[in-house]
């Protein structure tokens, strides 16, 4: 496994915003837009956390579930790959490559527990053959990095030990976005503690400064963070279901 991120398949895998919204062909072809993809996503990411807390694994599972799903769709469409059965396919494979395995059998005992929706309904076979769709979208790259391994001497270099939790918990939230596609994790962690700093009315310049690093970028990240948090008040339930219901169109 590659310990250094700028030697890694996922700095090589990085994209540009661009790039990641993008709706394919045969979404479009249901009427899903832009806004449905992302809502879409979102959805499912909620679903994989939900799924998790039931199974009982890390929060680094999580992302890295949500970090395989997010990156299959910048490659097949959701007509190819259900959403609703590659989320708990990329937690069960995210289960085994962070080494906190899951059974698909206890995924599918709670797919069936969590939903009466038969949408959501799939079997231990299910789960098997889309693991092996999955690998073959990713290219077998299931090496993810994350803000998480460097946040706690960050967190604490920066003074600010007595936000800890609304950090973590930012970004645990950057996760419901893209950002892990387009960005480095240390820049990731790194703006989340910029926007608790402004929200702390923490005066963190000079630390900021001597980490020497690229400031545009932070702020930029951290800009798009507090535009989802706006956007997310917005969301109902209602264009959630709209967006998931263009996936049963039949074209």
């Known amino acids: 496994m590659a310990t250094n991120f700028w030697a890694s398949t996922h700095y090589k895998e990085l994209l540009d915003q661009v790039e ?10 249901r009427g899903i837009t832009l806004d449905d993809f992302k809502l879409i996503k979102l959805h499912m990411t909620n679903y994989i956390a939900r799924l998790a807390q039931n199974v009982k694994v890390r929060q680094r599972v999580v992302a890295t579930a949500v970090t395989y799903m997010r990156r299959v769709y910048t490659r097949r469409s959701m007509t190819e790959y259900d959403p609703r059965l590659l989320a708990p396919s990329c937690l069960y494979l995210a289960s085994k490559s962070e ?3 899951v059974q698909a059998r206890l995924l599918v005992f709670y797919i ?5 929706d038969e949408k959501y309904r799939c079997e231990i076979k299910d789960i098997l053959e889309m693991e092996m769709k999955i690998l073959e979208a990713l290219n077998y790259y299931l090496i993810v990095f994350h ?10 270099d920066a003074g600010m030990s007595d936000a800890t939790q609304l950090i973590w918990g930012l970004v645990n939230d950057t996760y419901k976005m893209d950002l892990i596609l387009v ?10 503690i910029y926007v608790a700093s402004v929200l702390k009315e923490k005066d963190n310049t000079a630390w ?3 980490l020497r690093a690229d400031m545009n970028v932070v702020k930029n990240i951290a800009m798009e963070i507090l535009d989802f948090y706006d956007a997310h008040k917005m969301i109902t339930d209602e264009r959630v279901n709209a967006a998931m219901q263009k996936l049963t169109i039949r074209i």
Request: hydrophobic letters at 35%.
């Open 99 to 101: 080494e906190s395995t």
């Open 208 to 210: 900021f400064e001597d």
């Open 112 to 116: 069936k527990k969590i939903h009466s």
């Open 183 to 192: 960005h480095p994790p240390h820049l990731i962690g790194l703006a989340c």
């Open 147 to 156: 803000p998480y391994h460097a946040l706690p001497q960050l967190v604490h």
């Open 20 to 29: 990641v919204d993008v709706v394919h062909n045969l979404d479009k072809q």
